[in-house]
């Protein structure tokens, strides 16, 4: 009963925690998912609201209605940024099994994917997936709600400010995407770059041989194992780039 008060003398401060965590939660990695339903959304925002509102200074309302639309619009513009800022890595990683499924001729075989709602490529699912398992595996969605958490100390409601700075920050945290993807489909592409020159060579030397027939097997073959190769350092190197992301995340709180 005493905390249902203490919301309610605070339902100011309640509205500013409430718009920041609604907007990480709807567009940080699984918890903003398209296949998370709405509801599960709303009520997670909710709950951690109310644990976080006790922990954030007391906020006064504005005093015009213009003042509240531009203090409730920096709060989603704090949450979004933040959020999207995570799914970059996540983003290049699917990338990067897009570009391995194109060099190894499986570019066609697609599926729907419930948690981006798009069509990605087999190869990049599983890729996806991959991560979303290490990114749980080492409490990478309790590091989210600490990032929302370490938010508030940062930035406290009224605190943002939408500088060049801060653009230029965001845009080179997005370049991760295409980084990533080059990074870690490069064990795949390397190897099929000699595959196919290789290939080329038997054309070349044994016109006989149809290379346009057995090339999709070995290029397919190849891909694959290199894949299962590098799949024992794929968690060391994803952990590497999750602590990337974090500091990342933090430095882009500083700028805000």
């Known amino acids: 009963m ?3 008060q203490f919301i309610l003398q605070n ?39 109310l644990i976080l509102t006790p922990l954030t200074a007391h906020v006064p309302l504005p005093s015009t209605m213009t003042g509240l639309v ?7 513009l704090i949450g979004a940024m933040i ?6 890595v996540f983003t290049g990683i699917e990338f990067a099994g897009q570009i391995s499924s194109f060099q190894m001729g499986i570019g066609m075989a697609s599926a729907y994917d419930p948690i981006n709602s798009a069509q990605v490529t087999v190869l ?13 595996s080492i409490n990478g969605h309790l590091m989210v709600i600490m990032a929302l958490k370490k938010s508030f100390d940062v930035i406290p409601p009224y605190g943002f400010h939408l500088s060049g700075a801060l653009m230029e920050n965001f845009v080179t945290f997005s370049k991760e995407i295409f980084i990533l993807a080059v990074k870690f489909s490069a064990p795949v592409v390397a190897i099929l770059i000699f595959v196919n020159v290789a290939m080329g060579i038997m054309a070349r030397t044994v016109p006989q041989l149809n290379m346009f027939v057995i090339g999709f097997a070995i290029t397919i073959t190849v891909g694959f194992v290199m894949i299962a190769l590098s799949l024992p350092v794929f968690e060391t190197a994803l952990v590497t780039v999750f602590d990337r992301m974090w500091q990342g995340v933090f430095n882009l709180m500083q700028v805000m």
């Open 2 to 4: 005493e905390f249902i």
């Open 11 to 49: 339902s100011s401060t309640f509205l500013f925690v409430l718009t920041r965590t609604g907007s990480i939660i709807f567009t940080a990695p699984i918890f903003g998912a398209f296949n998370v339903p709405m509801q599960v959304k709303f009520g997670l925002s909710f709950l951690i609201a």
């Open 70 to 76: 531009l203090s409730v619009g920096g709060e989603i």
């Open 83 to 88: 959020g999207i800022a995570m799914k970059f």
């Open 124 to 136: 990049g699912k599983m890729m996806s997936i991959l991560t979303l398992l290490i990114f749980l």
